[in-house]
């Protein structure tokens, strides 16, 4: 159920909202990384390669099948983690969007 919450949350503010935002600012870009990039150098995101990393970990976990207990184990505790960065980045994010 974690898991499943972080990679749509992570998917909603990347696809949907990050589109949006760069929209209402007459900023266009058509490549994933340069919305990242564009955002990076609009204060709407600190490093874009932080959002890249979130958006490989929800490849990971909605891809990955593994057999290996350790290693979900291991998955489930970085989702903790990333899961309560991105939750953050989004109230952060919110107040930004209301001053457009």
Same mark, same amino acid.
């Given at each position: 159920?974690?898991?499943?919450?972080?990679?749509?949350?992570?998917?909603?503010?990347?696809?949907?909202?990050?589109?949006?935002?760069?929209?209402?600012?007459?900023?266009?870009?058509?490549?994933?990384?340069?919305? #990242?990039?564009k955002l990076e150098k609009l204060g709407? /995101?600190?490093? +874009?390669?932080?959002? *890249? !990393?979130?958006?490989?970990?929800?490849?990971k976990i909605a891809?990955?099948?593994?057999?290996?207990?350790? #290693?979900?184990?291991?998955?489930?505790?970085?989702? /903790?983690?990333? +899961?309560?960065?991105? *939750? !953050?980045?989004?109230?952060?994010?919110?107040?930004?969007?209301?001053?457009?």
């Open positions: 159920m974690m898991t499943t919450r972080f990679g749509k949350l992570q998917y909603i503010i990347g696809y949907k909202i990050f589109s949006i935002i760069l929209n209402l600012l007459e900023e266009g870009a058509v490549a994933f990384i340069d919305k #990242l990039n709407y /995101i600190d490093d +874009a390669n932080w959002w *890249i !990393e979130l958006r490989e970990i929800r490849n891809h990955d099948y593994p057999e290996d207990h350790d #290693l979900i184990c291991s998955h489930l505790s970085v989702v /903790i983690i990333k +899961a309560a960065e991105l *939750i !953050e980045f989004w109230q952060k994010l919110k107040t930004k969007i209301a001053r457009l």
